[in-house]
């Protein structure tokens, strides 16, 4: 890969990852659309890990407090109280991950063979791009009252949005943009949607760079140590970044820019396809 190629792919995965525009329709797109070639697992595996790093970071307090007081719901450690707040949401976090693992498991290969090209990336665009406006719109409707706390979120709703988060794996449905429209629908808040869906993406992150780890240790495919330290550099910095202003934007502004970018999007793609 040359420098170019590594600085704008990691920036695309950095600030795409978190934003509810899909970072793999991106990813896929400059080899579609430039002829690129692919840019390999161990580059995968380098911006995972730099997003990883960057939601962790961004949101330590509260993966701090979630870490112990999980520990204590199973009676580990200092705090020994299964009924905390943060005891439940690691729990809801937990639980609303398996979806996403077993559907990953189940589909990889149909996913891989049969759903990576432009045309389903346009389609998945422009479907949940429509969901996510009609989404943002009926929270827009809501008063602050009527809005729901993340703390009465509760199992069911979350494991809803686990499961909307196992159909991102479709390319071009936007792991963020699909569990932030489910949210939403559910009564959450602009901003409490996208801090669940920043917390939920950490386990999901962190399956998804597992497991290409693992293909990249099982492969002889020859690793380019400096792409992966500058991939790694460039997709924490945009993704740390990234996650800092969407948080300020979305309640000013809502999601509509995002979804207005979706439609742009699918209707070029479409245009590249057909013309």
Known sequence: ????EILILALIQGLTEFLPISSSAHL???SAILGWNDQGIAFDVAVHVGTLLAVVLYFRK????????????????PEKNSNSFDGKLAWWI??????????GLLGKDLIEEHLRSALVIAATTLIFGALLAYADLLAG???ESEHIGMEKL?????????????VALIPGTSRSGITMTAGLMLG???DNAARFSFLLSIPAIAMAGSYLTLKLITSMEPVDWQAIGLGSILAFV???????YFLILVNKLGMMPFVIYRLILGFGLLYFIYA
Not at 1 to 4: A, F, K, N, R, V
Not at 67 to 74: H, K, L, Q, R, Y
Not at 154 to 166: E, F, H, M, Y
Not at 238 to 244: D, G, L, M, N, R
Request: glycine fraction near 12%.
């Open 188 to 190: 959450l808040s602009r």
């Open 62 to 77: 509260e993966v701090g407090a979630m870490a112990v007081a999980w520990f204590g719901t199973v009676g580990i450690g």
């Open 154 to 166: 509760g199992l069911k709703k979350a494991v809803i949005i686990g499961i909307a988060q196992a």
């Open 238 to 244: 945009s993704a740390y970044a990234c996650i800092h």
């Open 28 to 30: 896929i797109l400059p």
């Open 141 to 143: 409707k809501r008063t």
């Open 94 to 103: 937990i639980l609303a991950t398996i979806p996403a693992g077993l559907f």
């Open 1 to 4: 890969m040359s420098t170019i």
